[in-house]
């Protein structure tokens, strides 16, 4: 009787730890994903860059190259960054100098739709004039496929976008102007996410605090939401320079606001932090970690590591314990060497290798 006592104790404590493992009682943050960076991005057509690269070599770095955005999500990738720059009466960015360029020395360029970027509204592009060709020129056209997609499979893993705001262009004669972000600005861009998703589609800095004074107070005491009740939903974050992340938090006493901020760790809104070199800030992001803070970092920059092969880098953000790991190249196919790509072993998502157990975790 005894025996059999212990042997039903030893099943149901294997049965709970395989249930957790296989991510039904982890919080969301004890997940690590793989995402792709600059998401929207279409590689400049090469008889442009070969323009580019003969007065600016070191603009190599440009050289990559995404699959649509959708397709990234099909593919199990389950974060996304996307650039954003102002154009409040259309038009700004819809005659780019390189296709100028282009037929300056006779050669013909690649489609391309000057019409949508007529439209007033955000729109998505890498560099103005130089780097615009991308997969959903604006803001909407983006948030749009990835909400469609997201009701279409409702039971995925929480999406990680990061917005990256653009206040400065290229400044050449003849070059797009780009306006700069202001408070104005940035209620524009939240009214944009707002227009998309209903909030209950969307994980906030409120939802997260709770009844907690602070947001930061909510993430040290009681944590990030249950993955359970976090599938589904889409996680925005303003990665953006310091001046303008405390005009966004400036009086948002609240926390009405969709994204979360990039701030000091000690601000009552910290939550989420940008931290892209997990070589020399490995040790930081641990720490963050471990006190319950969201983070994300970068495996790869500038095609450096996939022209030689290094996942130094790669490995560091893994022991890192970053949530967010962003690449260039979760593909073989995307890279300059065909052999370099950033995968957990074939899969984009793990659980966390500082918060919990990866190995026999499938978080699909």
Not at 29 to 55: A, C, F, M
Not at 120 to 140: A, E
Not at 292 to 309: H, I, K, L, N, P
Request: charged fraction near 25%; charge should be neutral; include cysteine.
């Amino acid at each position: 009787m005894n025996h059999l006592f212990k042997h039903l104790i030893l099943t149901l404590v294997v049965c709970q730890s395989f249930t957790s493992l296989n991510g039904q009682n982890l919080k969301m943050n004890q997940t690590q994903v793989i995402g792709s960076h600059n998401s929207y991005k279409i590689g400049i057509e090469k008889p442009l860059l070969d323009i580019i690269l003969s007065e600016r070599p070191e603009a190599i770095g440009l050289d990559y190259t995404h699959i649509p955005i959708t397709q990234q999500l099909d593919l199990g990738l389950r974060s996304l960054e996307i650039d954003v720059l102002y154009d409040p009466d259309g038009g700004r960015f819809s005659k780019p100098k390189g296709i100028e360029m282009l037929k300056a020395q006779g050669l013909e360029s690649k489609p391309y739709n000057a019409e949508i970027m007529k439209d007033p509204g955000f729109k998505v592009l890498h560099i103005p004039d130089i780097d615009f060709r991308t997969h959903c020129s604006t803001f909407i056209a983006c948030l749009s496929d990835i909400r469609d997609w997201s009701r279409a499979h409702s039971d995925h893993l929480p999406i990680v976008i990061t917005i990256n705001p653009k206040s400065s262009g290229l400044e050449k004669p003849g070059y797009a102007e780009v306006i700069p972000f202001d408070e104005k600005v940035l209620y524009a861009l939240d009214k944009e996410i707002f227009e998309i998703f209903k909030t209950d589609e969307l994980i906030t800095p409120s939802q997260v605090k709770g009844k907690a004074k602070t947001l930061r107070q909510a993430i040290l005491n009681q944590g990030w939401p249950d993955l359970a009740k976090a599938r589904g939903k889409i996680l925005f974050v303003l990665d953006a320079e310091k001046a303008l992340t405390e005009l966004y938090l400036k009086g948002d006493e609240d926390y009405a606001r969709p994204m979360f901020s990039n701030t000091d760790p000690e601000n009552p809104h910290a939550a989420f932090f940008i931290m892209n070199n997990p070589v020399k800030q490995e040790k930081d992001i641990v720490d963050r970690v471990k006190m319950g803070f969201m983070v994300r970092t970068r495996s790869d920059s500038d095609t450096r590591e996939a022209r030689t092969g290094d996942k130094s880098r790669f490995e560091a953000a893994i022991r890192s314990g970053a949530q967010v790991i962003t690449t260039d190249y979760y593909q073989k196919s995307l890279s300059p060497n065909k052999d370099f790509e950033i995968t957990f072993e074939g899969k984009y998502s793990q659980c966390n290798p500082v918060l919990s157990k990866p190995s026999a975790c499938d978080l699909k």
